[in-house]
């Protein structure tokens, strides 16, 4: 019950920002994603996916999150990670073996965001501070162990960034094998597939 009490005050506390912080693009195309949980409490997500930006015309799209909470639950921390990547660092030529090569210190921080937050549910003291920054290096292999038809409509509240996703792919399960931002991530569940016109919409309030 605490932890869900922190998380519904988290999502609800008001993240005073200078400036807000959009992105939305297009997802055409190959993609891979994987989730990981470590206890007590540590969500980690990434999804990488090609397609086209509404504008700035970047060719690929990176989404990195974390939620993460101490075992007697009394603050929590969310990494959020996002923006368009050069089509470069995502290659392959089917979902049999995509590979994501990347070093976001390259990236240009005014369109591809890294932040922090982290709030104290004893005091509410909120501190917000620059994310992580680094290589992401991942290998993923299509197994084809379950297969699906996706068509998602989602809304998913991550601290002070909100993202909206229209999702329509053939997806399945994958073997990954890599590390982001140092922290190795093989054996991970994973999903590759291909994206038929998903959108995807990140704001940051």
Do not use: W
């Not at 005050?9 to 005073?16: C, E, I, M, T």
């Not at 210190?105 to 920054?133: H, K, M, N, R, Y």
């Not at 991970?188 to 990140?202: D, E, K, M, R, Y």
């Amino acid at each position: 019950m605490k932890r869900l009490f922190a998380i519904a005050a988290l999502l609800s506390f008001p993240l005073l920002m200078a400036q807000a912080q959009n992105f939305k693009f297009t997802q055409s195309g190959e993609f891979a994603s994987f989730t990981q949980f470590t206890p007590p409490f540590t969500v980690v997500s990434l999804q990488v996916s090609r397609g086209f930006t509404t504008s700035g015309g970047a060719s690929a799209s990176l989404q990195y999150s974390v939620v993460s909470e101490p075992a007697d639950f009394s603050s929590i921390s969310i990494t959020n990670v996002f923006g368009p990547i050069p089509s470069t660092a995502f290659t392959g030529a089917t979902t049999q073996d995509l590979v994501l090569n990347i070093d976001t210190t390259t990236l240009d921080p005014t369109v591809f965001f890294s932040e922090t937050c982290t709030i104290d549910f004893t005091t509410f003291i909120q501190t917000c501070v620059a994310g992580p920054a680094g290589l992401i290096q991942l290998d993923f292999r299509e197994n084809g162990a379950q297969r699906s038809i996706v068509d998602l409509k989602q809304t998913t509240y991550s601290g002070p960034v909100t993202t909206l996703l229209h999702q329509k792919s053939d997806n399945s399960t994958a073997n990954m094998q890599g590390t982001v931002f140092g922290t190795q991530v093989t054996g991970a569940p994973a999903n590759v597939g291909v994206n038929h016109q998903s959108t995807l919409a990140i704001t940051h309030d």
